[in-house]
């Protein structure tokens, strides 16, 4: 409820709407995740409010025994759970009005806003909040008074349907295999994408593994899992291993009936932490994009850089350092996988020497390569990228002999913006003997600060702009085919085998954008993920505490038994151990294999934020658990002991 309301507030908090860095589409996003906070929270509030009214199951049945009519209790029901709701509402306004500041500069720092957060709950908010806390409250609350009209109804003896156990196994089994199927299918995934085809398919395969997965763990717990402590019972595995056989059974019973709510915390847990993995390695992964387009703060071909070198020193430009390589364009051969043969294609040339001279954060990018091997630098090197580092098809230079063994790299210096085609490093001395039908010398500025260009420069350096086209003229064969610098044209006169080579590329120009854009949605989702995983693991803490108010008496019958109390706290201990660890293992393991399918796993850019994220997520999980037994253990021994005395 604090975090519905604090979203509500930004929508039209004044600091960010006059910010001429805050769109139109943010407030979009933002409104819309409001409406998703809203749902999320009514489908939590409509699942703790049956706790609320299981726990009061046997007063409401004592009302009932001492005459009370069933529309009363109704009533009484009706009127807790409203009185409950309110208050929760009135409490988590409060504490977002608390927190507003705060989170209110969380975003203006991620998004790098360079503004002053002002504190703002406008009118429509408030009301917006008060309506969508009236009207959940009397929702529930009318439900919840049909709840407690249903509980203290006349017991009337049904025939129950129960599975027996050699379904419950089947479906247990069936369970398992669909989830090593959605395994082996993930795996099928990557292996399989070879053409524009074979994508498609395992966008429909991806769905197809959801699926299994969710049903799988569906029927892994509810079928699976009772046949393994059934067996253990059967083996009497624990009866010898420090758990009385009577203490073993009771513990059974207690994770069976918990079953249900462990798949529904797994599976929204599994969502919500692969939906962090998702935003943090999106995020790296924008960030590394930003970076191989813009890896200088300027750069540029020959004809421009003399105009930017003298508006630098006009400006009084701090450059740390000012790069030039020199580039042939020829024609080339190369294999392409979707039509599985040979097409001529742009190739830029750049000797190793040049190449090598280039700063270290530009070649530590790509594989180390010495001076007599190639490497080929390509575009969008993903998981989805048919073949993304498949080297088996040699490389054919016009003039010039094949490439048949090579590293592949996706970092271009002087940023992707400056190529056109693809790049190949070189040896130089293969280098001085391609003849090259087009030749150019990229310049790149490393300045501290800000280059300090102004916008009329840019204008009027954008304005006299010459770019240029490289077309690819094919002929019959590899050594007929051709290049043509064409520098006069028009967007009309583009055909399917030109390039346009831009002749300069600024860093300032877009650097706000992917900053702001990005420290946006890490908020969102942030923020969403971290307040569902929290309250799905109060959903797990509450349900033992239900459950303690229930049983608590059948663990003073196993101490009159002979059990003793470090025996009762094993028993307690256990429960909970298996109910927070079988959530965090299923957990983990579906959102690794969601962040699979999701395509995350680029260049193994997730394997570090799924490490941090997951850490962080069994670290606040096992925290909750640990704090739960510590309350369970206490509220039964302080029960069993009041009920001795």
Same mark, same amino acid.
């Given at each position: 409820?604090?975090?519905?309301?604090?979203?509500?507030?930004?929508?039209?908090?004044?600091?960010?709407?006059?910010?001429?860095?805050?769109?139109?589409?943010?407030?979009?996003?933002?409104?819309?995740?409001?409406?998703?906070?809203?749902?999320?929270?009514?489908?939590?509030?409509?699942?703790?409010?049956?706790?609320?009214?299981?726990?009061?199951?046997?007063?409401?049945?004592? $009302?009932?025994? &001492?005459?009370? !009519?069933?529309?009363?209790?109704? %009533?009484? =029901? *009706?009127?807790?759970?409203? @009185?409950?709701?309110?208050?929760?509402?009135?409490?988590?306004?409060?504490?977002?009005?608390?927190?507003?500041?705060?989170?209110?500069?969380?975003?203006?720092?991620?998004?790098?806003?360079?503004?002053?957060?002002?504190?703002?709950?406008?009118?429509?908010?408030?009301?917006?909040?008060? $309506?969508?806390? &009236?009207?959940? !409250?009397?929702?529930?609350?009318? %439900?919840? =008074? *049909?709840?407690?009209?249903? @509980?203290?109804?006349?017991?009337?003896?049904?025939?129950?349907?129960?599975?027996?156990?050699?379904?419950?196994?089947?479906?247990?089994?069936?369970?398992?295999?669909?989830?090593?199927?959605?395994?082996?299918?993930?795996?099928?995934?990557?292996?399989?994408?070879?053409?524009?085809?074979?994508?498609?398919?395992?966008?429909?395969?991806?769905?197809?593994?959801?699926?299994?997965?969710?049903?799988?763990?569906?029927?892994?717990?509810?079928?699976?899992?009772?046949?393994?402590?059934?067996?253990?019972?059967?083996?009497?595995?624990?009866?010898?291993?420090?758990?009385?056989?009577?203490?073993?059974?009771?513990?059974?019973?207690?994770?069976?009936?918990?079953?249900?709510?462990?798949?529904?915390?797994?599976?929204?847990?599994?969502?919500?932490?692969?939906?962090?993995?998702?935003?943090?390695?999106?995020?790296?992964?924008?960030?590394?994009?930003?970076?191989?387009?813009?890896?200088?703060?300027?750069?540029?071909?020959?004809?421009?850089?003399?105009?930017?070198?003298?508006?630098?020193?006009?400006?009084?430009?701090?450059?740390?350092?000012?790069?030039?390589?020199?580039?042939?364009?020829?024609?080339?051969?190369?294999?392409?996988?979707?039509?599985?043969?040979?097409?001529?294609?742009?190739?830029?040339?750049?000797?190793?020497?040049?190449?090598?001279?280039?700063?270290?954060?530009?070649?530590?990018?790509?594989?180390?390569?010495?001076?007599?091997?190639?490497?080929?630098?390509?575009?969008?090197?993903?998981?989805?990228?048919?073949?993304?580092?498949?080297?088996?098809?040699?490389?054919?230079?016009?003039?010039?002999?094949?490439?048949?063994?090579?590293?592949?790299?996706?970092?271009?210096?002087?940023?992707?913006?400056?190529?056109?085609?693809?790049?190949?490093?070189?040896?130089?001395?293969?280098?001085?003997?391609?003849?090259?039908?087009?030749?150019?010398?990229?310049?790149?500025?490393?300045?501290?600060?800000?280059?300090?260009?102004?916008?009329?420069?840019?204008?009027?350096?954008?304005?006299?702009?010459?770019?240029?086209?490289?077309?690819?003229?094919?002929?019959?064969?590899?050594?007929?085919?051709?290049?043509?610098?064409?520098?006069?044209?028009?967007?009309?006169?583009?055909?399917?085998?030109?390039?346009?080579?831009?002749?300069?590329?600024?860093?300032?120009?877009?650097?706000?954008?992917?900053?702001?854009?990005?420290?946006?949605?890490?908020?969102?989702?942030?923020?969403?993920?971290?307040?569902?995983?929290?309250?799905?693991?109060?959903?797990?803490?509450?349900?033992?505490?239900?459950?303690?108010?229930?049983?608590?008496?059948?663990?003073?019958?196993?101490?009159?038994?002979?059990?003793?109390?470090?025996?009762?706290?094993?028993?307690?201990?256990?429960?909970?151990?298996?109910?927070?660890?079988?959530?965090?293992?299923?957990?983990?393991?579906?959102?690794?294999?969601?962040?699979?399918?999701?395509?995350?796993?680029?260049?193994?850019?997730?394997?570090?934020?799924?490490?941090?994220?997951?850490?962080?997520?069994?670290?606040?999980?096992?925290?909750?658990?640990?704090?739960?037994?510590?309350?369970?253990?206490?509220?039964?021994?302080?029960?069993?002991?009041?009920?001795?005395?």
């Amino acid at each position: 409820m604090a975090v519905l309301t604090l979203l509500a507030t930004l929508v039209n908090d004044p600091s960010l709407q006059v910010s001429k860095n805050w769109n139109d589409m943010f407030g979009t996003v933002l409104n819309f995740m409001v409406f998703i906070f809203e749902f999320f929270t009514f489908v939590y509030m409509a699942y703790v409010g049956g706790f609320f009214i299981d726990q009061q199951r046997q007063e409401f049945k004592t $009302y009932r025994k &001492l005459g009370m !009519s069933r529309f009363a209790i109704a %009533i009484i =029901g *009706f009127c807790k759970t409203f @009185i409950i709701q309110i208050l929760a509402w009135i409490i988590g306004m409060v504490v977002a009005v608390i927190l507003q500041k705060f989170m209110g500069m969380l975003l203006v720092y991620l998004m790098r806003l360079r503004i002053d957060f002002v504190f703002f709950i406008s009118l429509p908010t408030f009301i917006r909040m008060v $309506y969508v806390g &009236l009207y959940s !409250s009397l929702i529930l609350s009318v %439900i919840n =008074g *049909f709840r407690s009209f249903w @509980i203290t109804r006349v017991n009337v003896k049904k025939k129950r349907f129960q599975l027996s156990w050699f379904t419950k196994s089947l479906l247990g089994v069936i369970g398992l295999i669909f989830f090593i199927i959605g395994i082996i299918l993930t795996v099928q995934i990557f292996s399989s994408v070879q053409d524009t085809q074979s994508i498609d398919n395992s966008i429909v395969m991806a769905v197809i593994v959801m699926f299994l997965y969710l049903f799988g763990t569906y029927f892994i717990f509810k079928g699976f899992l009772p046949l393994c402590l059934q067996i253990l019972d059967k083996l009497k595995l624990f009866s010898y291993n420090g758990t009385n056989l009577f203490s073993f059974k009771y513990l059974r019973g207690r994770l069976i009936k918990n079953t249900s709510i462990i798949w529904f915390v797994t599976e929204l847990s599994a969502m919500a932490v692969a939906l962090l993995v998702f935003c943090y390695a999106g995020y790296q992964m924008i960030y590394q994009n930003y970076q191989g387009t813009y890896p200088f703060e300027l750069a540029s071909t020959s004809n421009k850089a003399p105009q930017i070198q003298k508006e630098l020193d006009k400006k009084h430009t701090h450059v740390r350092a000012k790069y030039h390589s020199n580039v042939k364009w020829t024609v080339s051969e190369i294999w392409d996988y979707s039509q599985q043969k040979y097409i001529p294609r742009l190739v830029a040339l750049m000797p190793y020497s040049e190449y090598s001279d280039m700063p270290n954060k530009v070649i530590s990018r790509n594989p180390t390569i010495t001076s007599n091997e190639f490497l080929e630098i390509r575009y969008n090197l993903t998981s989805l990228s048919p073949n993304y580092r498949s080297t088996t098809h040699a490389i054919k230079i016009k003039d010039a002999p094949e490439i048949q063994r090579r590293s592949v790299g996706s970092f271009f210096p002087y940023g992707t913006q400056m190529f056109s085609g693809f790049l190949m490093i070189v040896p130089d001395s293969y280098y001085q003997n391609v003849k090259g039908e087009v030749h150019e010398t990229f310049y790149g500025w490393d300045v501290k600060g800000s280059d300090k260009l102004s916008s009329k420069f840019m204008k009027k350096l954008t304005k006299k702009d010459n770019h240029y086209v490289i077309r690819v003229n094919v002929g019959s064969s590899l050594d007929k085919s051709s290049l043509t610098k064409i520098t006069s044209w028009g967007r009309e006169d583009i055909q399917s085998n030109d390039y346009v080579q831009d002749t300069h590329a600024r860093q300032a120009s877009t650097k706000h954008l992917v900053t702001q854009a990005t420290g946006f949605f890490l908020f969102i989702v942030a923020i969403f993920s971290i307040a569902l995983l929290i309250a799905l693991g109060s959903l797990l803490t509450l349900k033992v505490m239900l459950r303690d108010d229930y049983e608590w008496r059948q663990l003073q019958t196993l101490k009159k038994i002979g059990v003793t109390n470090d025996e009762l706290k094993q028993i307690v201990r256990r429960e909970t151990s298996f109910l927070f660890g079988i959530s965090i293992i299923f957990t983990l393991i579906q959102s690794f294999v969601v962040v699979g399918v999701l395509n995350l796993s680029v260049n193994q850019s997730a394997f570090i934020p799924f490490l941090l994220i997951g850490t962080a997520y069994i670290v606040l999980y096992g925290l909750t658990g640990f704090l739960t037994f510590i309350m369970s253990w206490r509220g039964v021994r302080q029960k069993i002991q009041s009920s001795s005395n």
